[in-house]
């Protein structure tokens, strides 16, 4: 008998061997199967692959409906990815979610962005921190210029939270500035710092953490145990510091990203640029962005409307 739990552990290997899927992907595809398996076992249902038809599916889909939109959708698209390669591997005739119409609507929703003086605040915080101390061998300053080499990168990057606590020293050159990024499916993207504030804070960094990175296989951000900081980590240094710096909005590293992306737009940079820079595969994903907060419409409104070539208003006399 060929069971769920049997074709999921194939799938598995497939998405860690062949596809080279994260790690953070392939936990997710194990808690959304072993959802559907604990339903079916639930229900009584047969746990042979062939016995899961439209029914039992939809039934699964009734039950999933009172979860967010974007989780659905995310359950649905694991499901689907397994029945393809089973059906792809000739393991199934045909995979039932191929004729089942699932239309799951997700509220758009504007990304949370903080502006430049937002960020600056952020930043002077963090670097005023570090300069109140003195000893450069205590944890307190070790620690307060992680947390700048932390907030340096998250936003002269724009990377995700993930990719910034995979960096290795290897994915760092601090004489050119290029930085290599590991992205979703493990594509790779260079983002090249040139503000020099920046390489200097990630030198001394680099300097002062050397032998813990080594000891942590390389890993460039370090936690206080002398190992890879963690992406939990990260967003707790992100909203330690914007709550210091008096910032009332709820910051997370993935704030910096949209900000990173926004303020570009907003700098007139293309957005096929910043779809490159963001390591989006889909144009459509980068779109988002194309929204302007209420300062730069004004500014655009003020200078550009067509309006302001024609006046109604009598010439003045001199």
Known sequence: MYTIQSAAEEFFKHCTYEKNLSVK?????GIDLAQLTNFLIEKNYSLEVHQITKKELREYLEKLSTLKPKSVKRKV???KAMFNYLEFEDKIEI??????????KEPKRLPRVMDI??????FKYAYSQNDKISDPASYHYQASLRNIAVVELLFITGARVSEISNLKIENIDLVSGAV?????GNKERFIHICNHETL?????????????????????LINRLGH???????????KHLSSKAGIQKHITPHVFRHSFATLLLEKDVDIKYIQSLLGHSSIMTTQIYTHVNRAKQKQI??????????????PLVI
Do not use: C, W
Request: hydrophobic letters at 35%; charged letters at 30%.
């Open 301 to 314: 409104l003020r200078t550009k409307h067509p309006r302001k070539d024609f006046s109604m208003l009598p």
């Open 228 to 238: 890879k900081l963690s992406d939990q980590s990260i967003r707790q240094i992100v």
């Open 25 to 29: 992907t392939l936990k997710a595809y």
């Open 95 to 104: 995979n039932p979610l191929r004729k089942m119409r699932i239309n799951i």
């Open 77 to 79: 698209a694991t499901i």
């Open 200 to 220: 200097k804070i990630l030198k001394q960094y680099k300097s002062l953490f050397a032998d813990k990175i080594d000891n942590a296989s390389g890993f460039f």
């Open 180 to 184: 290599s990024i590991k992205g979703k």
């Open 117 to 122: 003086r937002e960020i600056g605040r952020i």
